[in-house]
Each structure stands twice: as structure tokens, then as C-alpha cells.
């Protein structure tokens, strides 16, 4: 074989596996990006069943509710529909200014929130 044979099929082998590793890495960006999507419904489906914002009930001498009432909304969670569909479920994290709305999930035998 001639060495400029050799470069000519290195240099095809290269561009085949660059290309291959190119479309492994693409493949996998969007595979992540459908389970994000996946688990963003599954918060949100979550959220709209398993919480319902309450409202405070308001004393007659209470003119106007606190700054933190306002920024904090009272929240019911049926903790026991959660503790059931995980077994895992510890609380639910919740930042209303961020738009955060999630549950909390921890391993019983592990220090590492999910």
C-alpha cells in the first residue's frame, strides 16, 4: 500500500467516526431533552392534582393580610395520593416568584434528594 493511500483511507476512517460519535452525542441530547419534556408534564400534571392553592381564612380584624401571606400562598397537599404513588414522596417544594412547584423525594437509605 501507498502512504498516500494510507492518509487517504485514515483520513476517510476519521471523518466516518467523527461523524458516527456526532450523531451518537445528537442522538442523546435529544433523548434527554423528551425526558426532561416527559417529567415537566409529569410536574405539572402533579401540581394540578395534588395541590390546590388556599385561601387563609380572614379574621374580622384583619384589614389587610401580611406582605408573607401575599408572597406565600397556603397550599393543600394530599400527602397520602403522593405517599402512595412514591413511596419515596417527603414534601413538596414549592417557590411561587421562581415558578417552582415540585415534590421532594428522598431514599430511605441514602442522604440524597431526588
Not at 466516518?16 to 450523531?23: D, M, Y
Not at 414522596?89 to 417552582?100: I, K, N, T
Given at each position: 500500500m501507498k502512504p498516500r493511500n494510507f492518509w487517504k483511507y485514515l483520513r476517510i476512517l476519521l471523518i466516518?467516526?467523527?461523524?458516527?460519535?456526532?450523531?451518537y452525542n445528537l442522538?442523546?441530547?435529544?433523548?434527554?431533552?423528551?425526558?426532561?419534556?416527559?417529567?415537566?408534564?409529569?410536574?405539572?400534571?402533579?401540581?394540578?392534582?395534588?395541590?390546590k392553592p388556599e385561601t387563609?381564612?380572614?379574621t374580622e380584624g384583619e384589614e389587610k393580610p401580611k406582605q408573607e401571606?401575599?408572597?406565600?400562598?397556603?397550599?393543600?397537599?394530599?400527602?397520602?395520593?403522593?405517599?402512595?404513588r412514591n413511596k419515596d414522596?417527603?414534601?413538596?417544594?414549592?417557590?411561587?416568584?421562581?415558578?417552582?412547584s415540585y415534590p421532594v423525594c428522598q431514599e430511605k437509605k441514602v442522604d440524597q434528594y431526588l
Open positions: 466516518i467516526l467523527f461523524i458516527g460519535l456526532a450523531g442522538a442523546a441530547i435529544v433523548l434527554n431533552e423528551r425526558e426532561n419534556d416527559e417529567a415537566k408534564s409529569e410536574y405539572a400534571t402533579l401540581a394540578k392534582t395534588m395541590v387563609a381564612p380572614k401571606e401575599e408572597d406565600y400562598p397556603h397550599l393543600s397537599i394530599d400527602f397520602q395520593a403522593l405517599k402512595s414522596f417527603v414534601g413538596w417544594l414549592s417557590f411561587p416568584a421562581l415558578d417552582l
